[in-house]
T-cell receptor, first 115, second 108 residues
Framework: GAGVSQSPSNKVTEKGKDVELRCDPI?????LYWYRQSLGQGLEFLIY????????KSGLPSDRFSAERTGGSVSTLTIQRTQQEDSAVYLC?????????????FGPGTRLTVL | GQSLEQPSEVTAVEGAIVQINCTYQ??????LSWYQQHDGGAPTFLSY????GLEETGRFSSFLSRSDSYGYLLLQELQMKDSASYFC?????????FGPGTRLSVLP
């Protein structure tokens, strides 16, 4: 079946604008993760959704960042009033049930550039 | 809290063996994953050690010692396509914490 998809693949925006990034997880996967990766750096955890449980938002860097997951499937990451330091690749991953033995399948990412 | 250490870069030649170490301090640690990421690509899962010892999958092996807070990824018979970044990732709560990554360059 199809893997994790993300859109857009690239987004260039001006400082102060809001952006929305979309993630379509693998069908049937209950766990969904958002990460941020700056150039040449590791993955920074942002937020985690598991089924109908309250999301783990502990990695969100500021209140300008928010995310939703509708119907247990598609997720949207919203960044309000973007800043230049928000420039990074935003990666989404899903796994079958969110246990530590489950493989996380990553999408291709959205490269965000804030001018 | 948690901290992870990996070498930033490793260089080896085709056909060689290379070991990428990962040391960490996490609370509630109980396993270690490894992911591979080619330039411009998404991370892909390589292995997960739930228990101490060596797990082998083809040319790649992964080792874990929970008592020593240490693990490594062993790549044998290196190929050019193995040039990539490698991340260790121990579970942390419901999530994973990813290390800073090791960039492996395989030379002909």
């Amino acid at each position: 079946g199809a893997g994790v998809s993300q859109s857009p693949s690239n987004k260039v925006t001006e400082k102060g604008k809001d952006v929305e990034l979309r993630c379509d997880p693998i069908s049937g996967h209950t766990a969904l993760y958002w990460y941020r990766q700056s150039l040449g750096q590791g993955l920074e955890f942002l937020i985690y959704f598991q089924g109908n449980s309250a999301p783990d938002k502990s990695g969100l860097p500021s209140d300008r960042f928010s995310a939703e997951r509708t119907g247990g499937s598609v997720s949207t990451l919203t960044i309000q009033r973007t800043q230049q330091e928000d420039s990074a690749v935003y990666l989404c991953a899903s796994s079958l049930s969110g246990t530590h033995t489950d493989t996380q399948y990553f999408g291709p990412g959205t490269r965000l550039t804030v001018l | 809290g948690q901290s992870l250490e990996q070498p930033s870069e490793v260089t080896a030649v085709e056909g060689a063996i290379v070991q990428i170490n990962c040391t960490y301090q996490t609370s509630g640690f109980y396993g270690l994953s490894w992911y591979q990421q080619h330039d411009g690509g998404a991370p892909t899962f390589l292995s997960y050690n739930a228990l101490d010892g060596l797990e082998e999958t083809g040319r790649f092996s992964s080792f874990l010692s929970r008592s020593d807070s240490y693990g490594y990824l062993l790549l044998q018979e290196l190929q050019m396509k193995d040039s990539a970044s490698y991340f260790c990732a121990p579970p942390y709560g419901q999530n994973f914490v990813f290390g800073p990554g090791t960039r492996l360059s395989v030379l002909p």
